[in-house]
């Protein structure tokens, strides 16, 4: 199994279109196959990044799959248009 983590800090003004990805970042659960699990979080302390993905797939190929899906495609492009950073870990476990 593979965890894919994902943290993203938005740019300020956009809480509004910040809160539209996460939705539609979770709602990819259950539509994309090879999104086995899905947890998407807001962070509620100060500080450091705004939200956090953490999903798991059975394989790197699962994941790549996932990342080219034009569902997951077009969520990710609402983030591109506000976030300031974004950092991701991918492992084995």
């Not at 569902?71 to 084995?92: E, F, M």
């Amino acid at each position: 199994m593979i965890k894919h983590i994902v943290m993203w800090k938005f740019r300020e003004g956009t809480e509004a279109q910040a809160e539209e990805f996460l939705t539609k970042l979770q709602e990819l659960f259950g539509v994309i196959p090879q999104l086995k699990s899905c947890e998407v979080a807001k962070n509620i302390g100060a500080g450091n990044y705004d939200a956090v993905l953490v999903s798991e797939f059975d394989s790197m190929e699962d994941l790549a799959a996932y990342k080219v899906d034009p569902r997951h495609v077009a969520v990710s492009s609402l983030c591109k248009s506000i976030r300031t950073d974004r950092v991701a870990v991918d492992y084995d476990f």
